[in-house]
């Protein structure tokens, strides 16, 4: 069975720009959650999307958004980038919303010069 | 709010050591617990879980106890492996009871523990 998917791995941006990341769930899983791992400051919860919906947001400026498609995969968006957005972002998936178990993606490196 | 506090870092240990890593946290209710290992370049990978007080998780020789008593989810190897050298985090899911609160559905990480395993 294929693992949560994320793409691009790489992805090198200037600050200002907007970046795009993508995440493909595991077959069967309806939500997908977002991380934010940036040096020295750990794991920050992003966003929560199920069924299509968002259901939680961490504590992160709106220049973070993204979506849900109907396929369950997921799109993260970050505008008017800064250097600080520059981090390991970080994607996971789970059965349901009721569901604990959180599977991980090998994330994307966004770096913001 | 939520939150997970884990040992200082990092660790570092001789091949075939005994190895634990203390976690706490703090939340309404009984959340879930988690240990995931992050490898070099790697995403996480889910180590163990437990899910009700008493519970142990278990895998790949780790275990953890869940103690509602101590509010701790202490990760153990009785003999550590040059391979497990990795960063592990220890991790709490919010309780459905809170739904529609800000814990809700996220998992909340202590800081990561680096793991060193020498020859």
């Known amino acids: 069975e294929a693992g949560v998917t994320q793409s691009p791995t790489h992805l090198i941006k200037t600050r200002g720009q907007q970046a795009t990341l993508r995440c493909s769930p595991i077959?069967?899983?309806?939500?997908v959650y977002w991380y934010q791992q940036a040096l020295g400051l750990g794991l920050q919860f992003l966003l929560w999307?199920?069924?299509?919906?968002?259901?939680n947001r961490g504590n992160f400026p709106p220049r973070f958004s993204g979506r849900q498609f109907p396929n369950y995969s997921s799109e993260l968006n970050v505008n008017a980038l800064e250097l600080e957005d520059s981090a390991l972002y970080l994607c996971?998936?789970?059965?349901?919303?009721?569901?604990?178990?959180?599977?991980f993606g090998p994330g994307t490196r966004l770096t913001v010069l | 709010g939520d939150s997970v506090t884990q040992m200082e870092g990092p660790v570092t240990l001789s091949e075939e050591a005994f190895l634990t890593i203390n976690c706490t946290y703090t939340?309404?209710?009984?959340?879930?617990l988690f240990w995931y290992v992050q490898y070099p370049g790697e995403g996480l990978q889910l180590l163990l879980k437990?899910?009700?007080?008493?519970d142990k998780g278990s895998n790949k020789g780790f275990e953890a106890t869940y103690r509602k008593e101590t509010t701790s989810f202490h990760l153990e190897k009785g003999s550590v492996q040059v391979s497990d050298s990795a960063v592990y985090f220890c991790?709490?899911?919010?309780?459905?009871?809170?739904?529609?609160?800000?814990?809700?559905?996220?998992?909340?990480f202590g800081q990561g523990t680096i793991l060193t395993v020498h020859p």
């Open positions: 996971a998936s789970s059965l349901s919303r009721g569901t604990d178990t959180q599977y």
């Open positions: 077959s069967g899983h309806t939500s």
């Open positions: 999307y199920d069924e299509g919906e968002e259901r």
């Open positions: 939340a309404t209710g009984y959340p879930s």
């Open positions: 437990a899910t009700k007080a008493d």
């Open positions: 991790a709490l899911k919010g309780v459905r009871a809170n739904a529609g609160g800000t814990s809700y559905g996220k998992l909340t």
